[in-house]
């Protein structure tokens, strides 16, 4: 029988402090009945996608909505993924969608709050106390087996159903102290391994916050918990940061599902009480009638880069993200209009189990919902920080005069059934390319009942008598004026009744006017934009189409 206290000493020279010294170390928190604490543990690899996003804002949600706590802790001990700068990009984008941390790593490097490091790769000692205690108590051993052997094992499992470290094939897991000396006096790498002490015949049981109950087999896998370099795999760096961090729900993706047993294991024979579980699984995509997962190859749309360059407000991404997370908050938001997000009760329990599926065209409408209902100032704003980085041509013109770049951007705002032109930043510039003599583009083609020879009768008229300082009442008899000289009658019904009478209604001399001052045929309030337009542009414009249907003739 191996004494498991010398093999401790043997594998750990070096670690001087015990369990007990972490436990009194990261105390329970003092946090009210029922709060919840959360984290966010990125990867430091530079890329934050919307699966990423999405289940940080539901680990965010679920603290925030408990008054718990929510943190980020930094997992680089895959030091070949690492990038450099890499979580202040990560941090930054979740910043830019609303999501701070209370504690852990901040966006300066630095870290906050009683329960760090919060970076993985400062820990190590952490790790190496607890190893060394589980040796101890005969639940790990030093493996010294090569890549080759290991590989020949995966080889000759092919066709197991269980397949990894375990029972007969775990060559090392009965090695004598003796041997292992011998092992270690010649220099021999080691990883440290769980002696697992799961049953394959036993199942072990889990409520699935997201996903509900489950059962699976229990774990019977040695599988590796400190590698060569003594940095701890996923698993074994999982159980001891969320327990000494006090985690009371770890919401992370459900490819970590099957690992669940293993983690409750690792839980239980470190003497730790289990997290609970929320498994979020991946967003999907529809696609020739099937749903598949986002792909970070195939979907441009999976970066959250994508969304800040199309010009998706953050807060039309998090309302369209809010309802593909919880099911009842389309309704929730038809009853509360103008309430805060933030205000939703939003529920774990609520969440698609299968995956939601996530669709442009869906977030492109909410979008617009959401713009429709922000100011001329904030539209202006977003929008101008949003042409800075991606449109220097708006931005430029709105700098030429950011009073009237408002002016235009309040068209029609404020209605009561406001219109919804704009779904992203980058639909503006289209939008109001007409407000602007660099962008607009001449137009002359009409619709109804316009012809060339009619336009140029209204557009002549017009051309006399439009003032650019009337009030809408005395703009709108104007053009009613117009329609009986040139033939056309300023009663819709009359027309409707007798239409071999006229040669059009007021609709028709409106569309006249309108496609000379915009080169469209529908836009926003017409009184607003000749307002707007001034009247050197206004008349410029009308005589340039008069000429432009003279020609026609
Ligand atoms: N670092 C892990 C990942 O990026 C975190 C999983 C977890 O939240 O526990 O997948």
């Not at 292992?180 to 799961?198: F, V």
Request: include cysteine.
């Amino acid at each position: 029988m191996t004494d498991y206290k010398m093999l401790a000493d043997l594998l750990f020279p070096n670690v001087d402090k015990n369990v007990d010294y972490y436990e009194n170390l990261y105390p329970n928190r003092d946090l009210k009945e029922g709060a919840r604490v959360t984290r966010f543990a990125p990867s430091p690899t530079g890329f934050l996608h919307l699966g990423n996003l999405f289940t940080c804002s539901v680990a965010y949600k679920t603290a925030k909505t408990t008054d718990g706590i929510f943190y980020v802790r930094v997992e680089d001990t895959d030091q070949k993924r690492k990038v450099e700068g890499a979580v202040e990009v990560m941090l930054e984008g979740l910043k830019s969608y609303g999501i701070t941390a209370d504690e852990g790593v901040m966006i300066d490097g630095t870290q906050r709050g009683d329960y760090g490091p919060y970076i993985q790769s400062q820990r190590k000692e952490i790790y190496q106390t607890y190893a060394k205690y589980l040796v101890e108590q005969g639940l790990a051993y030093p493996c010294f087996c090569s890549a080759e052997e290991l590989e020949a094992l995966r080889a000759q499992q092919e066709n197991d159903d269980i397949k990894g470290y375990y029972g007969k094939s775990a060559k090392c897991r009965d090695l004598t102290f003796n041997e292992i000396k011998a092992n270690i006096d010649a220099g021999k790498s080691w990883t440290l391994r769980l002696r697992s002490p799961g049953d394959a015949n036993k199942k072990c049981f889990f409520d699935d916050m997201i996903k509900g109950k489950i059962e699976m087999p229990e774990n019977i896998i040695d599988v590796v918990l400190l590698k060569t370099d003594g940095i701890p795999t996923y698993h074994f760096a999982h159980v001891i940061d969320d327990h000494l961090m006090h985690t009371t729900h770890v919401i992370r993706g459900d490819e970590w599902i099957a690992s669940v047993p293993l983690h409750l294991q690792l839980f239980r024979i470190l003497g730790f009480k289990p997290v609970k579980y929320a498994h979020v699984a991946p967003l999907m995509k529809e696609e020739n009638g099937n749903k598949r997962k986002l792909s970070k190859r195939k979907d441009p749309e999976l970066a959250v880069t994508y969304y800040k360059q199309e010009g998706f407000p953050a807060a039309s991404v998090n309302e369209y993200m809010m309802t593909i997370m919880n099911s009842n908050f389309e309704d929730w938001r038809r009853a509360n209009k103008d309430a805060d997000i933030n205000a939703f009760p939003f529920n774990l329990k609520k969440m698609s189990v299968s995956g939601a599926l996530f669709d442009l065209v869906k977030l492109t409408d909410v979008s617009k919902n959401v713009i429709c209902q922000m100011s001329a100032d904030e539209v202006f704003e977003l929008s101008y920080e949003w042409a800075k980085a991606f449109d220097p041509q708006l931005a430029k013109l709105y700098e030429q005069d950011k009073a009237y770049a408002t002016a235009v951007l309040n068209i029609d705002r404020g209605n009561k059934k406001p219109r919804k032109d704009i779904a992203k930043w980058s639909d503006i510039p289209d939008y109001i390319s007409y407000m602007y003599d660099e962008t607009f583009e001449e137009n002359y083609e009409l619709t109804g009942n316009a012809t060339e020879e009619l336009a140029v009768n209204i557009l002549n008229l017009y051309k006399d008598i439009v003032d650019v300082n009337d009030d809408k009442d005395t703009w709108f008899n104007k053009i009613k004026e117009i329609c009986q000289p040139v033939g056309c009658t300023p009663n819709v019904k009359e027309y409707k009744q007798n239409p071999d009478a006229f040669k059009g209604h007021v609709g028709d001399v409106s569309t006249v006017i309108r496609v000379a001052l915009t080169g469209r045929t529908n836009t926003p309030d017409l009184f607003a934009i000749t307002a707007l337009l001034g009247a050197d542009r206004v008349q410029k414009r009308i005589e340039k189409a008069i000429k432009h249907y003279e020609e026609k003739k």
